[in-house]
C-alpha cells in the first residue's frame, strides 16, 4: 500500500508539502492516481430509465443548508462537492471538483486546485470565488452544524480563479483537510439577489449530476439528469447516477409506502420495520418475480437507535433515575413479540466490534482515562458496560426492584400507585415525542413496564416538522433519536456530544450531554495522529458515555431490507460500506414490460 501511495503521490515544489490526487485522513489510498472508476461500479451501465421512491418528509423547501424548514429527499443529488468519498474504504476522498488537494506536512492548511471544466448549470464556470463564497456564507448564515464543524478553520481564500486555501487554526486536527474536501459548493452569482437564510421551492442551481424539474410541495420532486454534464466521465462519477430521472414521493406512513410499493406507484423501498418484513410481503407481483425481496449485507458501522432523555430537565440530570429507565426496557421481550427476533440490541454509540469498549479498559485507553479518575463514574474502571439482559418471558421483577430502590435513592417513591418527587410531590410523568407510527408499539409496551414504576408515559405522536421544532427548542421529556457514525469519527463528535452543541438548536446533541471530560475526549479524537489513537480515544469516550447512562440503547440491523420491482440491475461487486443504489442501473426492456 506504501509503494502504492508513493507512486501516486507527487511532492511539490513548495518544501513540506504534498500533492495529491485524493486524500486519507492516515495516508493510505486505495485507488491510484490514474484510476479511472471506482471497482463497485460498472463504467459502461447505460443511462434511462425512472426510479421512485417513498420519503416521509413533507419538505416545505429546497435549501438544505439552513436551520428552517424541512429539506426535500435528494436535493444533494443536484450538488457537487471539493472531493468525494469513496464507499469500501474508511476516511478516503478523491477528487471531484479540486483535481488535486495540495497539503503541508503540519495539516496548518490545504490547497484545492480546481478543475478548469467544472460548470453550474446554467453553463458559468465554477470558480474560486465559488467555494470562498460557499465557506463564508455557510459560517454566517447556514445552519449551526457549519459553524461547529468548521470551528477549526481560520479562513479560507482565493489563490488564483481555480486555486483555494484552507488555514486552520493553532493546534492538531489531522482530519481538517478532509473536512474541507467534503464541502458542497454554492453558486455565488445565483445568490447575489437572492436571501440565502430563507426557505424557499425555487429550485436552486447547481452543479451536480442532477436538476430539479418539478415540484409540488410536500407532495413529490422529481430530479432528471442533467444532459452533458461536466463530470460525467470523471473517476469518481464513473458508472453512477444513471436513472435518467429520479422522483420521491411522500408518504407520512411507512404502512402507506408500502402499500404503493405494492401498488407499483413506488419501485424501490427499505424496509424498517421488522414486522412489515417478516408478515407484510405477501402479494402476487411477489410471487410472480415482478418485485424482489433481498437483505443485503452492510458492512458500514450500524446505526445507533436509543431513546433519549431531556437531561436539561433536573429530574432526568440525577444518573440513578436514567439507570432506573433503562433497567425496565425490555428488548428481548420485544424482539421475540414485536420484532420477529430480526434485530441485536444496540450497546455502544459506535456499533462496529473496533470501536465498542467492551470488558474493562486497558492498556493505552486506560492510561487515558486514568486522568479522569474521579470526574467519570467508578464503574468505568470496575465493570464492563452492558444493557440489562433480559429472558424474553417479560418477566422482569427483579428490575423492577432494582429501578424502585435507585428511584428511592434519588428522592422518588410511589404513593397510591403514581411515583412522586418526596420533596414537592410533583408525580412523574414523561411526555414520549415520537414522529413515525411505527414506533408506537415499542413505545405502549415500555409504556406498560414503566407502570409498574409508578411512571406514566404519555406518548405524544406528531408530525415531523412539529417533531424537529420541539426538537430545536429543547421542548420536550423524551424521544428517540438514530445516531449514524463514521468509519473515522472525529469532527462530528462535537455535534453530537459537546457541551457547546447542546445549547445549539437544531445540533445532534438532543439529549443536551455537558460533560468536561466528554468534550476532552472529542478534541483527543479529533487530534489522534493515527488509527490507532483514534480507535483507543473513540473507545474511551464511548465507554464514559455508556456508563453516564446518557440514552436507552434500542436496536439495530446489519442488513439492508430492501424490495423494488425487477427493472434493477446491480454492480457484480457490491460496496462494502454502502448499499450503493446510485450505482444500479435500469434494464430498458424490463421496465418497458413492466409497464405494458
Known amino acids: 500500500m506504501l509503494a502504492l501511495l508513493l507512486l501516486t503521490v507527487s511532492l511539490t515544489a513548495d518544501a513540506g508539502s504534498t500533492t495529491s490526487h485524493g486524500l486519507s485522513k492516515y495516508g493510505d489510498l486505495k485507488y491510484p492516481a490514474e484510476f479511472t472508476h471506482f471497482e463497485y461500479v460498472n463504467p459502461d451501465a447505460p443511462k434511462g430509465g425512472s426510479a421512485v421512491l417513498s420519503s416521509s418528509l413533507a ?19 443536484i450538488y457537487d462537492s471539493l472531493m468525494l468519498s469513496s464507499s469500501d474504504e474508511a476516511s478516503a476522498y478523491y477528487g471531484l471538483i479540486a483535481e488535486s488537494a495540495e497539503v503541508d506536512d503540519d495539516k496548518r492548511w490545504v490547497i484545492f486546485n480546481l478543475r478548469k471544466q467544472a460548470r453550474w448549470h446554467d453553463g458559468v464556470a465554477l470558480t474560486a470565488d465559488d467555494v470562498v463564497f460557499t465557506f463564508n456564507i455557510l459560517q454566517e448564515k447556514g445552519h449551526p452544524f457549519y459553524k461547529s464543524y468548521y470551528s477549526d478553520v481560520a479562513k ?27 464541502l458542497t459548493v454554492l453558486p455565488k452569482h445565483y445568490y447575489e439577489n437572492r436571501e440565502f437564510d430563507k426557505t424557499s ?20 420532486i422529481t430530479y432528471e439528469l442533467v444532459e452533458n454534464y461536466w463530470a460525467e466521465n470523471l473517476p469518481v462519477r464513473k458508472g453512477t447516477n444513471n436513472f435518467q430521472t429520479m422522483r420521491y414521493d411522500t408518504y407520512r406512513e411507512l404502512t402507506i409506502s408500502l402499500e404503493a410499493l405494492k401498488a407499483g406507484d413506488i419501485d424501490f423501498r427499505t424496509e424498517y420495520t421488522s414486522k412489515d418484513w417478516k408478515t407484510a410481503y405477501d402479494f402476487p407481483a411477489l410471487d410472480d418475480g415482478r418485485v424482489i425481496k433481498e437483505e443485503i449485507p452492510d458492512g458500514n458501522i450500524q446505526r445507533t437507535q436509543t431513546i433519549v432523555v431531556n437531561l436539561r430537565q433536573p429530574r432526568f440530570q440525577d444518573i440513578r433515575v436514567r439507570k432506573a429507565l433503562d433497567l425496565v426496557y425490555d428488548f428481548e421481550w420485544m424482539n421475540k413479540n414485536l420484532f420477529y427476533g430480526a434485530y441485536q440490541r444496540n450497546d455502544s454509540f459506535f ?49 423492577y426492584r432494582e429501578a424502585i430502590k435507585l428511584l428511592k435513592e434519588a428522592g422518588w417513591e410511589i404513593r397510591d400507585q403514581k411515583l412522586v418527587n418526596v420533596a414537592t410531590g410533583e408525580p412523574f410523568v414523561i411526555e414520549f415525542l415520537f414522529r413515525q407510527a411505527s414506533l408506537e408499539k ?20 406528531i408530525d415531523t416538522a412539529q417533531w424537529v421544532k420541539r426538537l430545536e427548542e429543547h421542548d420536550f421529556d423524551m424521544t428517540s433519536q438514530v445516531m449514524v457514525q463514521t468509519l473515522s469519527p472525529g469532527n462530528e463528535q462535537r455535534d453530537y456530544f459537546s457541551s457547546d452543541a447542546a445549547d445549539t438548536g437544531g445540533s445532534r446533541n438532543v439529549a443536551g450531554i ?83
Not at 202 to 214: A, F, H, I, R
Not at 442 to 461: D, N, Q, V
Open 59 to 77: 419538505f416545505d423547501s429546497l435549501n438544505p443548508f439552513i436551520l428552517k424548514g424541512l429539506q426535500a429527499s435528494g436535493i444533494g443529488l
Open 156 to 182: 479560507v481564500e482565493k489563490l488564483g480563479t481555480h486555486k483555494v486555501k484552507f488555514s486552520f487554526k493553532e493546534g492538531n486536527n489531522p482530519e481538517l483537510p478532509l473536512i474541507v474536501a467534503q
Open 201 to 220: 421551492l425555487e429550485p436552486p442551481l447547481g452543479s451536480g449530476p442532477y436538476k430539479v424539474t418539478k415540484v409540488d410541495a410536500g407532495r413529490s
Open 351 to 399: 456499533q462496529i466490534a473496533e470501536m465498542n469498549a467492551t470488558g474493562l479498559p486497558t492498556g493505552a485507553e486506560l492510561e487515558l482515562l486514568e486522568k479522569y479518575r474521579g470526574k467519570i463514574p467508578d464503574s468505568v474502571f470496575t465493570t464492563e458496560y452492558q444493557p440489562p439482559k433480559n429472558d424474553g418471558s417479560g418477566n422482569i421483577r427483579k428490575r
Open 442 to 461: 415499542i413505545i405502549l409496551a415500555y409504556k406498560k413496564t414503566l407502570e409498574r414504576l409508578g411512571i406514566e408515559l404519555k406518548p405524544r405522536l
Open 514 to 596: 455537558k460533560n468536561p471530560v466528554v468534550d476532552e475526549l472529542i478534541e483527543t479524537i479529533i487530534s489522534a495522529p493515527d488509527r490507532e489513537s483514534t480507535l483507543v480515544a473513540t473507545r474511551a469516550l464511548d465507554r464514559v458515555l455508556k456508563h453516564n447512562q446518557y440514552v436507552i440503547f434500542m436496536y439495530y440491523g446489519d442488513t439492508h431490507r430492501v424490495a423494488y420491482w425487477n427493472k434493477y440491475i446491480k454492480p457484480e461487486i457490491a460496496p462494502k460500506y454502502a448499499l450503493g443504489f446510485n450505482t444500479w442501473w435500469i434494464d430498458a426492456e424490463k421496465e418497458k414490460s413492466l409497464n405494458q
